[in-house]
């Protein structure tokens, strides 16, 4: 049999669970790997860490962009058939990628992959569970992009949660992976488009096994983090914008744009206060409402 390449991208900026998240790539049993470090880091600690780990297939280079922009520049670098995403304070089980190349290499038709998960604090111990099916299967991607729309929610997880085709993301381009219709959503549901993206006319496979940990430290700047994170009011606004292009796009239909408008309502009115940007999106979504609800008819919810 022969072993497709795999490129594992770490874009780090986080030192503090560093090396247990570049040893668990380390150790896959799936052995052709690339491990490129991606490294925002203001000090040099993880370099050092890299230069302990040189001759393991560690690939460091320095970056001089921050966040999403961070998260790209390894993407760019990726040389592999397939490309495993994991962020610095993450952690793989060491048969992630063996599992998850054997559930994609031998179908065209898939051309992501994700499984369980589980959440993990600042001392590795669990707290959460996520698994979202009770089953391995596979599944369409235009159905995950309806359910991710109509119950705005993100059920697959962070971006270490999965592996894709790499020639797939170079098909819809670097620039435009993490957009849809006339939306930028890089600063907020960045990992969800992109999935919707890969997966347009196309499918995923989900692994009912707990592959991936997907760490969550209050104490360090982290997207997760409310408190340090400039845009994540980004994140609720865009299942705002999600409807819009999804509609434009012919994913959902009228009927099931209009029956969204309480929940815009809903998120609105109890989060605008905190993130202005949920009323910018909420009037974005107003205005193609007007255009699609008959004149004298203010039953929007019909």
């Known amino acids: 049999m022969i072993y497709p390449k795999v490129s594992i991208i770490i874009p780090s900026y986080k030192p503090q669970h560093f090396e ?101 604090n600042a001392d590795n ?22 359910r991710s729309v109509l119950r705005m929610e993100n059920f697959i997880g962070e971006f270490t949660t999965i592996l ?11 620039h435009r992976l993490f957009k849809m219709g006339d ?35 209050p104490r360090l700047q982290s997207n997760s983090n409310p408190t340090s994170n400039p845009f994540f009011g980004n994140c609720f606004s865009d299942y705002i914008d999600l409807l819009r292009v999804s509609h434009d796009a012919g994913v959902i239909s009228t009927e099931e744009y209009l029956s969204m408008h309480g929940q815009v309502e809903g998120v609105t009115a109890n989060l605008n206060h905190y993130f202005p940007q949920i009323g910018e999106a909420r009037q974005r979504y107003l205005t193609k409402l007007a255009g699609l609800v008959p004149a004298g008819d203010g039953n929007v919810n019909a």
């Open 164 to 174: 894709f085709r790499r020639q797939k993301m170079w098909d819809i381009g670097l």
């Open 20 to 120: 247990m998240c570049l040893r668990s790539a380390i150790g896959q049993t799936y052995s052709n790997t690339e491990i490129l470090v991606s490294d925002n880091c203001p000090t040099e600690e993880i370099r050092d860490v890299c230069a302990r780990y040189a001759g393991n297939g560690v690939i460091y280079q320095r970056s001089s962009v921050y966040r999403e922009q961070n998260v790209n520049a390894a993407l760019a670098g990726a040389k592999g058939e397939y490309i495993k995403p994991l962020f610095d304070d993450d952690l793989l089980h060491p048969f992630c990628i063996e599992r998850m190349v054997a559930a994609i290499h031998t179908r065209a038709d898939i051309e992501m992959v994700f499984s369980a998960s589980q959440v993990i």
């Open 125 to 146: 111990e669990r707290i959460e569970t996520r698994r979202p099916y009770e089953a391995s299967g596979t599944l369409s991607g235009h159905d995950v992009h309806r």
């Open 183 to 217: 939306h930028d959503f890089q600063t907020g549901l960045a990992d969800l488009i992109a999935y919707l993206n890969l997966c347009k006319d196309a499918s995923m496979f989900y692994i009912d096994e707990e592959l991936t940990y997907f760490r969550k430290d």
